[in-house]
């Protein structure tokens, strides 16, 4: 399975950016899907996370500054980022797990993330002060 980000890019401390993913082929609306992201030194961050349901969370260190969602007709996930600020710059990766019987997509929090079975290339976002 093939995730494809788009989106990443420069922004001033408290602008804006969308980064969006899809999937070739398949349907955003059938994996358990999120985003995480990795700064230079630093380990995997969970940053959001969407079930087939529609349920979904963020992490603490982004809520209420980004938003996770889904279109299913454009079939593309989305993470709307606002108030950016210089501790936001990483890697930022679109992730996916695949539906398998018995699996559980946990969406109170973006912890498992980092650990779904399929990812994108990642995009990079760089925000400056």
């Known amino acids: 399975v093939q995730l494809v980000e788009s989106g990443g890019g420069s922004a001033q401390a408290g602008g804006s950016l969308t980064l969006a993913c899809v999937i070739p082929?398949?349907?955003?609306?059938?994996?358990?899907m999120g985003w995480f992201r990795q700064a230079p030194e630093k380990g995997r961050e969970g940053v959001a996370v969407i079930g087939t349901d529609g349920s979904s969370s963020t992490a603490d260190s982004v809520q209420d500054r980004f938003t996770i969602s889904r279109n299913s007709a454009k079939n593309m996930l989305y993470l709307h980022m606002n108030n950016l600020n210089p501790e936001d710059t990483a890697m930022y990766y679109c992730a996916a797990h695949s539906p398998d019987k018995g699996y559980y997509c946990y969406t109170a929090a973006p912890l498992g993330v980092p650990n779904f079975n399929y990812r994108g290339q990642g995009t990079q976002v760089t925000v400056s002060s």
């Open positions: 082929g398949a349907s955003v609306s059938s994996y358990c």
